[in-house]
């Protein structure tokens, strides 16, 4: 074993700095009122002894904990086998980074996880709480509120329990979704279908509205729920075969269900694009790249959402005060474009 080393005091910075305490506290934990030649030679005494503000300690001065929760309303298997989740990810947690704030990851593997995630949130451990992946009958917003954490969500909420202005981050999805369907009308493609993602879910909901933007007199038959995983998109893929064998275009919900439709294509020996165009949403990489053939697909920036759900919470945190209720921050709510990226598969 070896022995602890003892971690230089508030004291002895003060001591090296040649200023009170209480100064070295205020430089330390960013509080005002110090002129900028002391603060310069505090900064310069924590750098040379390598001194360590006791987090316990600065909380109660500046009642932050500089951590934030992500939540994702997924089970651990969903989140890990999905890139759009490390995507966003590795988006929010560059931002946090940059502002020397920690990520701290919950995930639901079921209702009672639900309670868990809230008293986590409630008792005080973090700043804020980013939450995605929602579902419709998800009780996580209503928990949370009542957690009174400050959360930015990652995709439109929908919900109707009477909730005032949502701060956001979402993508074009409907927009996305009109423009990777006029493309296959515009190639001369007349019985489009769609595979659509999880309808509980504000994002599938939303692509499925943009294909009926374009085709709103398609065969019902056209349209087939899944679920954004490749083995929901090849269950679907073999319905839509089944119902109507004559389809010649299939816009899926994402990258993944796409790939699963691909598979099934060429089981059955449909020639893509030939016989049948696909195009999915998301453009994850390297999947849509490295997909058989290479996926035409809807580009959203998925990184990119992180880093502003991230940015905006961060942002509503520093003009919050103790005793002031954050503001109503619903007009700064954002959705991205998004992009068709043509490549052999229509």
């Known amino acids: 074993m070896t022995e602890a080393v003892s971690r230089p005091t508030l004291e002895a910075v003060a001591a090296r700095a040649g200023v009170s305490r209480a100064t070295v506290s205020r430089v330390v934990n960013g509080g005002d009122g ?8 505090v900064r310069q005494a ?26 994702i309303a997924e089970p651990e298997a969903r989140v890990f086998a999905d890139p759009f989740f490390a995507l966003q990810l590795r988006g929010i947690s560059k931002e946090l980074t940059a502002h020397d704030n920690q990520l701290v990851l919950l995930l639901t593997e079921g209702r009672a996880d639900h309670a868990r995630v809230a008293r986590y949130l409630a008792g005080g451990h973090v700043d804020g709480a980013l939450v995605f992946s929602l579902h419709l009958d998800d009780p996580l917003p209503g928990l ?11 995709g439109r909420p929908d919900w109707s329990d009477g909730t005032p202005g949502p701060v956001y981050v979402d993508s074009d999805n409907r927009g996305g979704a009109r423009a990777a369907v006029r493309h296959l009308v515009d190639l001369g493609r007349s019985r489009i279908a769609h595979i659509t993602g999880a309808l509980d879910q504000t994002s599938a909901v939303d692509r499925l509205d943009g294909y009926r933007d374009v085709v709103g007199d398609a065969d019902p038959r056209l349209v087939v729920e899944s679920d954004f995983t490749p083995g929901g998109g090849e269950r679907a893929m073999r319905e839509l075969l089944h119902r109507c064998p004559d389809v010649d275009a299939v816009f899926a919900a994402n990258d993944l269900t ?19 165009a696909v195009i999915g949403f998301d453009d994850v990489l390297p999947v849509a790249e490295e997909a058989d ?36 921050a619903a007009a700064s709510s954002v959705v991205l474009p998004t992009t068709l990226i043509r490549r052999a598969s229509a």
Do not use: C, W
């Open 258 to 276: 796409a790939l699963g439709a691909l598979r099934v294509l060429r089981e059955r020996g449909r020639r893509v694009p030939d016989d049948v």
């Open 293 to 328: 053939p290479p996926l035409t697909t809807v580009r959203q920036d998925i990184e990119e959402m992180g880093r502003l759900m991230a940015r905006l919470l961060l942002s509503g945190l520093a003009g919050r005060t103790r005793d002031a209720a954050p503001a109503d």
């Open 34 to 41: 110090v002129r900028e030649p002391l603060a310069e030679r």
């Open 144 to 154: 949370i509120r009542n957690a009174g954490v400050p959360t930015v969500f990652g």
């Open 46 to 71: 924590v750098e040379e002894l390598g001194y360590v503000p006791n987090q316990a300690a600065r909380s109660l001065v500046t009642k932050r904990h500089d951590a934030v929760a992500v939540v």
